[in-house]
């Protein structure tokens, strides 16, 4: 990722309608999955980024921060070390130490994905849970993708078999479906025409906006603790380590 792209995320991450919205979906998906009033559970949020989702996971138990950007890594050092539950580590190869592991959209980064999807299982306790998010879709591959170093985009069959060998996947769902049509037909125009976008969808929109969008994607959350819908923009995946 590029050097402007974290100092983006960094800017708007509290209050862009995008990440705002994704991480109401994933505390949800995790709230009806872990009783966090029995216990404290020790979560992984592996590839954290610029820390969006850090102080969310927080909420349910101890979170172990893996980010390989050394100095996205020692940002956030810096930025919780007054923290007592949340410990930023050089490597998350503690065995059957997780209760859960994060992975919200990182692996499209990573070019070996399954070795990573298998790796990760050995990280996890008996039962212990894996909440995956990524991208749709390798149509709407475009010039932000490539900003974003990204390898590919996903179906949701695709994304599964990275699972199929040591976890039984307990939900599988494409999200941002409420907003596919208008987010699709613009990607795909803005690639025809080889316009450069990536500054302007992950800059917050003005208020009215930003609101009005963050609105249509948190409702997301409350339908898929119901059901799967059958695209969108992104797919997320939530699953359990076989034993």
Request: proline letters at 2%.
């Amino acid at each position: 990722m590029e050097p402007e792209v974290y100092i983006r995320h960094l800017e708007n991450e509290e209050s862009h309608w995008w990440f705002k919205g994704r991480r109401k979906i994933i505390y949800s998906l995790i709230k009806k999955n872990f009783n966090h009033e029995d216990k404290e559970i020790n979560i992984l949020d592996f590839g954290a980024g610029s820390g969006t989702n850090i102080q969310m996971l927080n909420s349910f138990g101890n979170v172990y921060v893996y980010e390989k950007n050394k100095k996205a890594s020692n940002f956030l050092k810096e930025k919780f070390k007054s923290s007592k539950n949340i410990k930023i580590i050089e490597n998350y190869d503690n065995k059957n130490f997780f209760d859960l592991i994060v992975v919200a959209d990182v692996i499209e980064h990573i070019k070996e994905d399954k070795l990573i999807i298998d790796q990760l299982s050995n990280s996890l306790k008996k039962n212990g849970k894996l909440l995956l998010t990524a991208p749709a879709y390798q149509f709407l591959f475009s010039n932000k993708d490539i900003a974003l170093h990204h390898y590919r985009r996903y179906t949701k069959s695709s994304l599964n078999k990275l699972f199929k060998e040591n976890y039984r996947i307990l939900k599988s769902s494409y999200f941002n479906f409420l907003l596919f049509l208008p987010l699709c037909v613009s990607i795909l125009i803005m690639k025809f025409l080889k316009i450069q976008f990536i500054d302007s969808v992950e800059k917050k929109p003005n208020f009215l906006i930003n609101n009005f969008l963050y609105f249509i994607f948190f409702s997301e959350s409350i339908f898929l603790k119901f059901i799967n819908f059958p695209f969108g923009i992104s797919i997320l995946t939530f699953c359990e380590k076989k034993n």
